[in-house]
């Protein structure tokens, strides 16, 4: 996309949903600079605020690290584009965010992610275990949906709602790994520590030795422990330093 057109993006939309197109490229890149993308298969949307129903979803096609805040594409409930876009949609791969979008008002950003070790743990019949410091803060706000194949059915819908109910983490089975959050950050936060917590667990279970569990009375006291490590800011303690960590590695983001 041009100069030109970029200032006319620019122009033509509000200042907050500038900024969350902002945020959410950035989301994208930092995705891919964690090694969490699947070429183009995945999605992460985010509300435009001011308007209902709306949406900005990536360009299908364009890999995770190109992305910008000017090539997002707005699309409504349906994953129809609302907003004039030289770049193409995938209807398809929004299915499972426009159900908890639809759902959840006070979810703003949904962060869906196919890694290896996501969709390794998604398919133990226990799911994710409490075998570090990093589990413990979300064992008991992830929920469980059962594979029902590619998501291309709206039938899906209600069932994969019912089992996010109000928790911020999902996990699909034989799939990967979902967040859903209040901002961009969250989610991000959400899904690094869901994805570390995953790996962690993965390579625990790969040492072959026996397994020591945090006992249930610590993981009662996670979620006041969160707030304490976070000083109360939660994902917004880290998000700056991440956009920094962007801006070497990955400029442009912006744009």
Known sequence: ?????????RDAVSDAEWETRVALAAAYRLVALHGWDDLVFTHISAAVPGEEGHFLINPYGMFFEEITASSL?????????????PFPINPAGFVIHSAIH???HDVKCVLHTHTRAGIA??????????????????MANVGYHDYEGVALNDDEKPRLVADLGDKPALILRNHGLLSAAASIPEAFLIMYTLE???????????GG??????????????????KLVTKGLGA???WPGLLRKLDRNN?????
């Open 236 to 238: 917004e303690l880290v």
């Open 73 to 85: 594409v707005k699309v409504n409930l349906a994953g129809e584009k609302v907003m004039e876009s």
């Open 209 to 226: 030795g026996e397994l020591i569990s945090i006992p249930d009375a610590i993981l009662a006291g996670a979620s006041e422990q969160r």
């Open 1 to 9: 996309m041009s100069a030109a057109s970029i200032n006319e993006l």
């Open 121 to 138: 743990v998604s398919a133990q019949k226990e799911g994710l275990l409490p075998l570090s410091q990093q589990s413990l803060f979300l």
């Open 251 to 255: 400029p442009g983001y912006d744009q």
């Open 196 to 206: 570390v917590s995953c790996q962690i667990q993965i390579n625990a279970q790969a």
């Open 102 to 104: 639809a759902a959840r």
